[in-house]
């Protein structure tokens, strides 16, 4: 790391990817305390908590967050960043150590999951500032709601799919059981009406399956949704993908894996700092891969806004 030394502090998730982070943990803190010495950490125990022993640590001084779980843990870890809106510390630094089912920010960050990388990225690794993405939703309830997002967030069938992978047979690994359940919301899902507003556009009102907001590349656990994407570029990238059915997802499938999809038919490619979209039927919305709530929603990224560590 650059600089003076610094008060670490680990969140783990021990339910991520069905227990590997709890079976992991205790090989890489033993690792961390034999060269650093004593670390502080805590298990996460229910939905959000991440955010709450985040904000905590925080408060006490702590500046370099390690978070270790899936990519709703290191969503969770990095709006603990923030109390009502406003970063705690701007000094402070992330490192993900990619527990989970899908890790497809890691995948974004370009971080490796082995033992002895992840040890050298956070005792020695460099650190990148990124931008962050926020989104503004509402409730079921009716309450509106604000979020950050590292990776990718959107509406629709992703969102629908997200609320359905718990059931998915762990079997399958985590692109497998994305696939499944996207198979199995396609068989039940309605495309939906929608306006969207770029950088304070409206657009005609058009029938869409799906809407991406992404600051990374991947999602669904691999699948290279936003090809040209780049973390520290400023911008979301837009894909949106118009009426497509169970036939289109076997026939195109593949394509969206490859990152070789924007030239379909039914997809739009746009490129924009503001994006909202409002419907007259409840659509959901999803932040790295956790179903948040439903439309309206307004999308902003927020350029060069953390920082977090990567490999030299």
């Known amino acids: ?13 021990p339910e991520a990817a069905f227990g590997k982070a709890r079976r992991l943990w205790p090989k890489l803190l033993a690792s961390l305390q034999t060269k650093i010495g004593p670390l502080t950490w805590d298990w996460t125990q229910a939905p959000n908590h991440a955010s709450d022993l985040v904000r905590r640590a925080l408060q006490q001084k702590h500046d370099l967050i390690i978070s270790v779980g899936g990519d709703g843990t290191h969503n ?7 109390m009502n809106g406003t970063m705690l510390n701007s000094q402070a630094v992330l490192a993900v150590v990619p527990c989970g089912s899908g890790s497809d920010f890691s995948r974004s960050l370009g971080v490796a999951g082995g033992m002895n990388s992840t040890i050298a990225t956070i005792l020695s690794g460099k650190e990148r500032e990124v931008d962050l993405g926020h989104l503004r939703f509402r409730l079921p309830t009716g309450e509106d ?27 399958f690994g985590g692109s497998g059981r994305y696939f499944l359940a996207t198979v199995r919301a396609l068989m039940s899902n309605r495309n939906e009406t929608i306006t969207l507003k770029i950088d ?25 949704v936003a090809p040209h994407a780049k973390l520290d570029d400023g911008q979301l990238d837009l894909v949106v993908i118009g ?31 503001t994006v909202g979209a409002f419907s007259q039927r ?3 919305v999803e932040a790295d891969g956790e179903t948040v709530g439903l439309l309206p929603v307004t999308f902003t990224i927020l350029p060069r806004a953390i920082r977090v560590l990567v490999a030299l």
């Not at 790391?1 to 998730?13: D, H, I, Q």
């Open 1 to 13: 790391m650059n600089g003076s030394p610094r008060r670490l502090y680990a969140v783990v998730n």
């Open 76 to 82: 969770e870890v990095i709006n603990g960043f923030f």
């Open 145 to 171: 709601c604000e979020r950050f997002f590292l990776n990718v967030a959107s509406l629709g069938l992703p969102a629908r799919v997200c609320s359905s992978l718990a059931s998915q047979p762990r079997v």
């Open 200 to 224: 304070g556009k409206s657009l005609p009102e058009q029938l869409v399956n799906t809407v991406v907001a992404a600051n990374g590349r991947f999602f669904g656990g691999g699948m290279r």
């Open 243 to 273: 009426a497509v059915k169970l036939r289109h997802f076997f026939r195109w499938g593949l394509r969206f894996y490859r990152g070789n999809h924007l030239n379909l038919p039914p997809v739009r490619y746009l490129r924009a700092s």
């Open 282 to 284: 409840p659509v959901p």
